[in-house]
């Protein structure tokens, strides 16, 4: 016989929260990017180890790399290893591709290509100074079967 499962099954709830985390092998280096160079602002720091981020109501996580902890002790932090590998990534969704790749090229970032049409978005890929691998994209006009804009 099961027993009633009591456990409530409503997730997620409100108050719960998605961060995006990085691991950095350049602490200084990674904050000053993000905050510097993507206008992301420090809400919090443990410095040289840790430090959260706001971007636009969104929270973006920098770790200095780390071993194994009594919470996960199997696990460790590390940076990617090439730039050509990804595990993840991070897409920020803004109104004009084209614009915010002009911004972001004027403050230094380096682009894979300039902004292409991709589906029904316009999108543009770069790395931060780690490697991670960090899009811009737009939504696009949808086509139809037939190729016209709709």
């Known amino acids: 016989m099961e027993h009633a499962r009591t456990v409530p ?7 719960v929260e998605l961060r ?11 904050l000053a990017f993000y905050r510097d160079v993507l206008g992301a602002t ?18 973006i996580l920098l770790s200095a790399r780390d071993g194994p902890t009594k919470d ?15 595990i993840g990534e991070l897409t920020i969704r803004v109104p004009d591709c ?5 911004v972001l090229r004027s403050r230094g970032v ?7 049409e991709w589906g ?9 100074p780690d490697g991670h691998l960090l899009e811009i994209s737009q939504n696009g006009q949808q086509k139809s079967e037939a190729g016209e804009l709709v």
Do not use: W
Request: charged share 20%.
């Open 110 to 116: 380096e682009f894979i290509t300039p902004p292409i």
């Open 42 to 59: 420090v809400v919090r720091e443990l410095p040289g180890t840790l430090c959260f981020l706001n971007f636009r109501g969104s929270q």
């Open 9 to 15: 099954n409503d997730f997620p709830t409100d108050g």
């Open 72 to 86: 996960k002790p199997l696990v460790t932090f590390v940076s990617p290893l090439d730039r050509n590998t990804v």
């Open 20 to 30: 995006y985390f990085l691991v950095v092998s350049d602490y200084a280096r990674a």
């Open 120 to 128: 029904d978005e316009i999108r543009a890929f770069f790395h931060d």
């Open 98 to 102: 084209s614009a915010a790749y002009e």
